[in-house]
């Protein structure tokens, strides 16, 4: 839309970067955490993405995806979950043991079913 | 009294002011306990369970008024202390009602003030009905029962750290130490409460610092599903639902968040004490630029005053919790006996 508003009318319009708890969507944040209940555990030091290869190369942020899908920020996650190669580095590194490696695998399988609208 | 038995004046009675007093009895020393409350006990009064162990505040109450139960400490309440005065080998202690007690020594425990929440305008404390302070939050855990103002379990709490602390806007650049692991603490009792609801801390940092702090936190999240979000709030208002709605930065998504709640409780922080600052400026005592009095050494004179034979006791001299404070109480009987033996 943004695209036509600027060729049309010479302006565009920034959509909002706010994250609305109200109205954002915690169905994953729900999945994730019945089924690796570790997760709860994050407290966002960002070890596991300084460990992790994937993140070096693209954008994948483990500390990042995690609080993303906290608040029910999906959206910015559907790509960045499938860069994540599983090696498990990050698990060796958690001071706090989340089973990161699991964090990312039932994440992506949430974030599939989400897509199917089959959460 | 023996004959080697001191007079002292305890100016305070609160956690301090009590273990000093009760230590000073225990070694024969003979005790003037100024409290200007009715009752003994301080803020203690106001708490209904301590952290990191969720015991009931009750049995430190216990501790104390057992401590000063001794036939050696003359206990004054009602009435505050008005200056210290120090000529001699003696030291003479005002009372607001003019009453002037001569002594040996002299324990200053004037203690804190909690932080008034209304000087953050911006978080609505006074203005809105939902906003309540943590002192206040603990009436409600003694009366058993969280609720909104018109009697709901709130499905959304919010607890704000650092109200009055870290912030120069309020003029006090100083940490109060004990807020964040209070809020830690509230929030899993409201969790134990309303297993229903939700319960957000907002902190600017996680300032874990004492034994077994650090685990009660990592219980709140593994155990009881807290939620902290990394921000400071920058102002709350209220929606047509009659909603709280807070404004804040997710730090670390690095997004703006707004949030509803149903309850939002201040952590109010530590500031010196008024009673302490008027007996400071009477007495001519030194404050530091965090305006609690300043002590002769930060680490190995950390009970002197500038005036001999006049020694400070607990959170007048810097925001602590009631372990530090009971030690430090200690510490300046310690410092009030070697100054007496010395004389």
Known sequence: ?119 | MKTNSKHVVVAGGGVAGMEAAGALAELGHTVSLVEKEQNPGGHLLQWHALFPDHRPANEVKYYLNKRIENENITIFTGIGVEKIRHHGNEVTVTLTDGTAINADAAIIATGFDLFDARRKEEYGYGIYDNVITSAELEDMFTAGKVTTADGRAPARVGLIHCVGSRDEKVNNNHCSKVCCVTAVKQAIEIRKQLPESEVFCFYMDMRMYGPYYEELYRESQEVYNVNFIRGKVSEASVNINNRLVIKVEDTLAGRPLKMELDLMVLMVGMEMSQSGTRLAEASGLKRGINRFFETGDHHFGNNLSDLRGVFYAGTCTAPMNITDTISHARAAVAETVRYLNGR
């Open chain 1, 1 to 119: 839309m943004s695209e036509t508003l600027e060729k049309k009318f010479g302006f565009t319009i920034n959509p909002s970067r706010l994250i609305n708890y109200d109205t954002s969507d915690r169905k994953v944040r729900e999945y994730v955490t019945l089924r690796e209940p570790s997760f709860r555990l994050c407290f966002a030091c960002g070890g596991c993405t300084a460990a992790c290869t994937a993140g070096q190369h693209t954008s994948f942020n483990l500390r990042r995806m995690n609080n993303l899908i906290r608040r029910g920020e999906i959206a910015p996650l559907l790509e960045e979950v499938t860069r994540c190669m599983l090696c498990g580095k990050c698990l060796l590194v958690c001071p706090r043991g989340v089973n990161t490696r699991n964090v990312v695998a039932v994440a992506a399988e949430a974030i599939r079913k989400l897509e199917r609208n089959e959460l």
